[in-house]
């Protein structure tokens, strides 16, 4: 240990700033606009344009001037949660419906506004939020729902707390039950949906999901719905309390563990919109990861997955905090810019704005960071942004992992439970010197495991930007990947 201190004093180099790498540039709107913006998509010109949570759309020309304009598109929409482009219109949720607005001469303002689907019930509750519309491969919408709290003055209302699938013709199937909160949804390059969901009753802390046809995602309010025909699929049993998480399958057969826990404040509180970064690097050298607001921390993490066997599990890192304010809604444009839709109406937020709308941009420069990480049989490999120094990296005492799980019970959000301590064995580090390859004993499928690489640095003596990283193992892979 005395080797290692001293190792780490000789190699000491000021820290880093996330800013210096991703700066954030606000866009401000007229004066007396409230932009608490809902949704973010991009018209076929590349112009952006945004919705509100007050109900209005706006187009945005010069974007990425000094002084960007605001077209008002539309107003008097009831709490829009997403923008979809899609065969000359622009599709939108609203809380009691999905609509589709069109602009015909070319005014920037909307001259048709239809419903699509109007199939769900509200019962007057606040809290009844849609978020989407996602376009599946079959030409299908999927919007999620989100479950009352509270009076519900016009009595319960069936499909909350469900993922819903919307044919063109405005027919509407439920798909996935057992929603909470699940303020994101969206498509991955490959073609699955995924979705985030919030910490409270039944979810012990945020967690980003496959939506699966039939699945159930652990929250029971909204089984009843189930009975109706418009359910095709085995009705979700009512779930265990007070058991671990990883365990509520034994008894719930169609339940669905997430591919990610998000660990409460140390990677944010209230997950959101996500993207995948699509870019081919003009977002810095994350390319194909996911990137995920948060509301309560306004900041955004990022996901790196991977499929183990039929299961998704990944890592989640620290990315950039110190937005503006609650961010719920994110999306990359062409120039590889993600842009960030921001409020705090209702959801305590740490930003200093009660809303905003920025965009991160990449400076150019490499963070050194962990890019990824990967499961092994016995282990993780860690590949990095830019070479290790191998003197440190190959010490077992520059990692340290932490374990454990949830409850999955009716109280709001769960402690981490079931606490262990994995023993790094071995550290290896390859040839290239961008990757290490650890030996862990005492890993644990279906559990979170939480790594501090504090002791690593850079060839230059630079510490991590983040050197801590939350990887959720569903699964272990039966064999190693072959050492490079």
Not at 423 to 432: I, M, P
Request: a negative charge; charged letters at 25%.
């Amino acid at each position: 240990m005395i080797a290692f201190v001293l190792a780490l004093a000789q190699h000491f180099v000021a820290p880093e700033s996330e800013a210096a790498y991703y700066r954030a540039e606000k866009l401000t709107p007229p004066a007396g606009t409230v932009l608490e913006v809902s949704g973010i998509t991009f018209l076929e010109d590349e112009r952006p344009i945004v919705c509100t949570r007050r109900g209005q759309v706006f187009v945005i020309d010069d974007a990425y001037g000094e002084k960007p304009r605001f077209e008002l598109f539309c107003e008097g929409l009831q709490e829009p949660m997403g923008l979809l482009p899609h065969e000359g219109w622009i599709y939108v949720t609203q809380r009691g419906e999905l609509s589709r607005m069109r602009d015909l001469d070319g005014d920037d303002r909307v001259d048709e506004l239809e419903t699509v689907c109007d199939a769900w019930p509200i019962s007057g509750n606040y809290h009844e939020y849609n978020f989407g519309p996602v376009l599946a491969d079959d030409g299908r919408f999927w919007i999620t729902t989100n479950k009352p709290f509270g009076d519900e003055p016009f009595g319960r209302a069936k499909w909350r707390g469900f993922a819903l699938a919307i044919a063109p013709d405005g027919t509407m199937q439920p798909m996935c039950a057992g929603l909470r909160s699940p303020a994101g949804i969206a498509k991955s390059p490959w073609g699955e949906l995924f979705y985030t969901d919030n910490q409270g009753e039944w979810v012990g802390t945020g967690k980003l999901s496959v939506l699966v046809d039939g699945g159930f995602y652990g929250h029971p309010w909204g089984i009843f719905s189930c009975a109706d025909p418009l359910w095709t699929f085995t009705k979700p049993c009512e779930p265990p309390n007070e058991v671990k998480s990883v365990d509520v399958r034994a008894t719930c057969p169609t339940y669905e563990l997430p591919a990610v826990w998000f660990p409460y404040d140390k990677t944010g509180r209230s997950q959101c919109g996500l993207a995948w970064d699509t870019t081919e690097g003009k977002f810095g050298p994350f390319a194909g990861q996911l990137f995920i607001g948060d509301q309560y921390q306004a900041s955004v993490v990022r996901v790196a997955l991977e499929r183990v066997g039929d299961r998704w599990q990944g890592a989640v890192f620290p990315f950039r905090k110190g937005l503006s304010s609650g961010v719920i809604r994110v999306a990359f444009d062409a120039r590889g810019e993600l842009w960030c839709g921001e409020t705090d109406r209702g959801w305590g937020s740490l930003g200093t704005e009660p809303w905003g709308l920025e965009r991160l941009v990449w400076t150019g420069g490499t963070p050194f960071e962990i890019r990824t990480m990967r499961a092994l049989a016995d282990g993780f490999e860690l590949e990095f942004t830019r070479a290790v120094d191998v003197e440190l990296a190959s010490l077992e005492a520059s990692y340290r992992f932490e374990s454990y799980t949830y409850l999955h019970h009716e109280g709001y959000g769960s402690d981490e439970v079931d606490r262990a301590a994995p023993r790094v064995a071995l550290a290896s580090v390859a040839a290239d010197r961008r990757s290490v390859r650890l030996s862990v004993e005492g890993l644990r499928e279906g559990y979170v495991h939480e790594l501090h690489a504090d002791g690593v640095r850079d060839e230059r003596g630079h510490k991590l930007l983040h050197p801590d990283a939350y990887y959720t193992l569903n699964a272990l892979p039966r064999a190693s990947r072959s050492a490079r």
